[in-house]
């Protein structure tokens, strides 16, 4: 096989999956909710596929997902976007940020990224050529500096790829961190990707930023999202990119080569999902609040030191009380086969400089899992 690709394990998500259904255990590793998501938009899809939406669309998305992609940076951001040279549809934003990596990097570019990050971004990155600069954040409330930046930037920084709000560390970053992150792209002249596919998924009152939204960063900026995080239906696949039409374009001739068109049934949905009420969006939030609050509880109540967590599908929690003798990688295997509860290792999110005893548990599931999984743990600490 390849030999770059080769070097890497299979992913930490289907790992645990797997080996989670092998026990039988509750499984809060991968990041999934189950429910079944908006039952309006479910419908829409079914309706679309059985009109006939099923040929290759556009390869940039439908008309009706790109407009109410528009729509929707202008009433949640106040950004001004032109839906025809500005938008773009994707399978998933894995490949959203695929067709970005692979469109604007050119060997030897430097990327700036931030530890933890989520499991795809090195490998694309060292698939394009680029060479990686790590910004570490440390637990538990995963801050950095201005040394960090003026560590990690250089003459040679093609772009830095931000993930906010970040998975798995459950952290949003603030407008002062934005800034900071804002001043050296444009000092180094660079771009930045932007993977928000937890817009939506932010608690007790914060506002998700976009940091295409602060001075000086609308054309370098490439905005990523997701069908899959906004509408709880992550097997769907649908992802998008907002950006400029110079930054676009070469994320688009990569596009072309990796899936072309996104599933034009699923699109139609979309564009009727992103058109939802207020209350929808923030009852999503307050939903997985209200989780968040249950599962912290409970884990809390166990002995794990629960981390903040201020947006996303997941809490951290810090096992150094258990006194547990092995890293985290051993404590999820363990717990996987021993309590019957799937969890994620935080330093399958690292290259470098890992925390050495934090797990992530996922709390989007209905009240009565996240209960039995308590109720497992308790049995067992
Ligand atoms: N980025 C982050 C930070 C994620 O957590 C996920 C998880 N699904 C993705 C990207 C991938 O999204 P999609 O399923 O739309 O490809
Ligand atoms: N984003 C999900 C997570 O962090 C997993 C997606 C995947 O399995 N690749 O758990």
Redesign the pocket.
């Given at each position: 096989g390849n030999a770059l690709l080769s070097s890497y394990g299979t992913t930490i998500f289907e790992v645990m999956s797997r080996l989670s259904e092998e026990h039988g255990a509750i499984n809060l590793g991968q990041?999934?909710p189950d429910d079944r998501g908006p039952a309006d938009v479910l419908q829409t899809a079914a309706d679309a596929l059985l009109q006939g939406w099923n040929q290759y669309p556009s390869m940039m998305g439908t008309p009706d997902l790109r407009q109410a992609l528009a729509a929707h940076a202008g009433r949640f951001y106040g950004l001004d976007v032109d839906w025809k040279t500005e938008t773009m549809v994707t399978?998933?934003?894995?490949?959203?940020?695929t067709a970005c990596l692979l469109g604007l990097i050119n060997p030897g570019d430097e990327v700036v990224l931030f530890q933890p990050m989520?499991d795809?971004y090195l490998p694309i990155v060292r698939l394009a050529g680029g060479v990686p600069r790590f910004v570490s954040l440390k637990a538990p409330d995963w801050s950095f500096s201005r040394a960090d930046l003026e560590a990690a930037f250089s003459p040679r920084t093609k772009l830095v790829l931000i993930?906010d709000p970040?998975?798995p560390a459950a952290k949003v970053f603030d407008r002062a961190e934005l800034e900071l992150i804002a001043e050296f792209v444009q000092r180094h002249d660079a771009f930045a990707v932007c993977?928000e596919?937890?817009e939506h998924i932010v608690f007790d009152g914060r506002r998700h930023i976009p940091l295409m939204t602060l001075p000086g960063m609308r054309d370098r900026c490439l905005k990523?999202g997701?069908?899959?995080?906004t509408f709880s239906l992550?097997g769907w696949?649908?992802?998008y990119v907002t950006a400029a039409p110079h930054l676009l374009q070469p994320v688009a001739k990569a596009h072309q080569f990796l899936t072309f068109t996104t599933p034009p049934n699923l699109q139609a949905a979309v564009a009727y999902g992103l058109g939802k009420e207020e209350g929808y969006f923030t009852g999503l939030a307050a939903g997985l609040q209200a989780k968040r609050d249950r599962l912290a509880a409970g884990l809390a109540s166990v002995g794990f030191e629960v981390l903040p967590s201020a947006g996303?599908y997941f809490v951290a929690a810090d096992i150094g009380r258990f006194g547990f003798d092995g890293d985290d990688q051993a404590f999820c295997r363990w717990l996987v086969e021993e309590a019957k509860v799937a969890a994620i290792p935080v330093s399958a999110f690292f290259v470098e400089n890992a925390p050495t005893g934090v797990v992530r548990f996922c709390f989007s599931k209905r009240d009565e899992v996240l209960d039995e999984a308590i109720a497992r743990l308790r049995n067992r600490f």
């Open positions: 990041g999934f399978s998933g934003a894995t490949e959203a940020l989520y795809s993930n970040l998975n993977d596919v937890y990523i997701s069908a899959g995080k992550t696949k649908v992802g996303t």
